[in-house]
């Protein structure tokens, strides 16, 4: 276990060097388009699932299949399909954040008030302005939940995908580390990753707070 | 004087549109092949206040939500206008919409925002425009429920139990205020009630649902305001109550 002040010496020297900054940006880079791609595709197979009988039929029986397999044991197949360059890294990461937004999403649009969609209904709403007004900012703090998970997952992601063959990234400086025996640099990376996670997940909060303005604040009881 | 001229008002726009608002024959409506409305014929003239009473589960919600258009499967002949609209005993507003982007909802008139505040005016909530839903209190919100369904100008507005939840004085508050705002805009109204003092304050006419028809038509001739000490009062509360079978 390395002395706090070796930690913080080595951190120091990371920044110096140019080490850090280039490195935590690809980490970032790769959790963000992973993320985005995870979300989008997760959201898009929610709506249609959760919106059209015929979406449910085709989607969510493969998903909810395809969830049940932890998507990192899906690595060596990524790794002979694409490679050992960005792709695979971004497809676990995309992999890991689509279910939890799924998950959630789908069945906060099924649990959409059906009382508030029937007063759409005899306001003369059409069904697609229900499914706008009505359906989806229903389901909006159902997917808000979904994205916090879904960037801890990524997150996880990516601290295993960058285990693997990578040449940059905080993985990287970390795999590095082990094979110089840096024990204090090893540390620094896991602060680093730690500190991502929690910058991140505010966002998501901040976020919260700002579209979820309607709701009272919530006390703990 | 003032009323007088709403009554002739009234009067000859049942002459325009010539014919009942709502015409219902026959109207039968299985739930797993029990019927809970047997060929029930219902009619209300253009301007009438209809109060329906009845007992827990005899299909007064379910006429309603007929007559709303929710319910999908009726068979017999049901006519209504197409302007009609619904206050439901829950306000049902939009928690993520602001109030008055709530009454312009589904509003398809130009200027939507100045309607929404005329609106929100007469039932006393200008000063609640911007505020949302949550923070209303109970009745403010069935306010902006009335205001929501008053500014499509409805030929038929359906109240179903509307004040059931709220209390006492919030109550007879909401009673006055809907006999006023019946009187401005005169749609036709079905008010379903559990209440027959409710009935008898508010409807020109005041009907009990038994065994799935219209068990008894009482015309409520009153002058309002109504006064529960009217004797005339006291013999329709008997023969209302006596009808969903509470002795008096």
């Keep these: 276990m390395p002395a706090p002040s070796l930690i913080v010496s080595s951190f120091w020297n990371l920044i110096v060097t140019g080490q850090l900054w280039p490195n935590l940006l690809v980490s970032l880079g790769r959790v963000l388009v992973g993320l985005a791609a995870g979300v989008a595709v ?6 249609w699932s959760g919106l059209t009988r015929l979406g449910e039929d085709v989607v969510d029986p493969p998903v909810q299949m395809a969830r049940t397999l932890p998507h990192l044991a899906l690595i060596p197949l990524m790794i002979l399909w694409f490679g050992i360059g960005e792709t695979p890294k971004i497809v676990i990461i995309a992999l890991g954040a689509t279910f939890p937004i799924y998950l959630n999403l789908f069945s906060a649009i099924r649990g959409a008030d059906r009382k508030l969609q029937e007063a759409g209904v005899v306001l003369g709403l059409t069904r697609r302005e229900t499914v706008w007004h009505v359906v989806l900012p229903a389901a909006l703090p159902g997917f808000l939940v979904g994205l916090r998970q879904a960037l801890g997952i990524a997150w996880i992601s990516l601290v295993v995908a960058e285990q693997i063959n990578a040449s ?4 990287y400086l970390v795999m590095n580390a082990r094979d110089f ?3 204090d640099v090893i540390f620094d990376g896991l602060l680093v990753y730690a500190a991502l996670g929690l910058a991140t997940d505010r966002l998501v909060r901040l976020l919260e707070v700002r579209l979820l303005a309607w ?3 919530t006390l703990p009881v | 004087m003032n009323m007088v001229t709403e009554e002739a008002t009234r009067a000859s726009e049942a002459l325009q549109s010539a014919g009942p608002a709502v015409e219902v024959r026959g109207l039968t409506r299985e739930f797993a092949g029990n019927a809970v409305l047997r060929g029930l014929d219902l009619r209300i003239n253009p ?3 209809v109060a329906l009473l009845g007992r827990s589960g005899s299909g007064k919600s379910t006429l309603l939500r007929t007559l709303a258009g929710l ?5 017999g002949t049901v006519q209504v206008p197409v302007a009609r609209t619904v206050v439901f005993q829950e306000p049902r507003l939009l928690p993520w919409k602001r109030v008055w982007r709530n009454v312009t909802l589904g509003l398809r008139s130009a200027d939507p925002k100045a309607r929404a505040e005329a609106a929100l005016d007469e039932v006393g909530l200008s000063h609640r425009l911007n505020a949302w839903p949550l923070t209303l209190s109970g009745g403010e919100a069935q306010r902006a429920a009335l205001a929501r369904a008053l500014v499509r100008e409805p030929a038929l507005l359906l109240l179903d139990e509307p004040f059931a939840a709220l209390d006492a004085l919030t109550r007879i508050r909401m009673q006055a205020l809907v006999t006023d705002l019946w009187r401005v805009h005169s749609p036709a109204v079905l008010l379903v009630t559990h209440d027959v003092d409710e009935a008898l304050t508010l409807a020109d006419r005041a009907l009990v649902l038994e065994h799935g028809k219209i068990a008894l038509d009482i015309e409520v001739t009153m002058p309002r305001p109504r006064q529960p000490d009217d004797p005339t009062f006291g013999e329709q509360r008997r023969l209302l109550l006596t009808a969903l079978g509470v002795a008096a």
Excluded: M, V, W
């Design chain 1, 181 to 183: 025996l840096q024990t």
């Design chain 1, 42 to 47: 997760g959201t898009a197979l929610a709506l």
């Design chain 2, 47 to 49: 301007g009438e206040f």
């Design chain 1, 168 to 171: 940059s990234g905080i993985g």
């Design chain 2, 71 to 75: 319910d999908a499967a009726p068979a």
């Design chain 1, 215 to 217: 709701r009272p604040a």
